[in-house]
């Protein structure tokens, strides 16, 4: 299933690459998408463009991951 989940506050500033592997490995989640709270969806983003706090992150899981 596709969920959208929230980059919590106190999530540090990381690169998607670093998030795809984080969430395959933590969770078993591909990374689909990132929309920053005031920019465009992201589909497929870059590996070396940077996810923030508040950012929304769209993945394909078995269940929602919660990241912290």
């Known amino acids: 299933a596709f969920y959208t989940v929230q980059a919590p506050r106190g999530f540090v500033t990381t690169a998607v690459s670093e998030l795809a592997a984080r969430l395959r490995d933590e969770h ?7 929309q920053g709270h ?31």
């Open 28 to 34: 078993g989640a591909v990374l689909i998408s990132v």
């Open 38 to 68: 005031d920019g465009p969806l992201r589909v497929n983003p870059a590996s070396t463009e940077s996810v923030h706090a508040g950012d929304r992150i769209v993945v394909l899981a078995r269940k929602a991951p919660v990241l912290r």
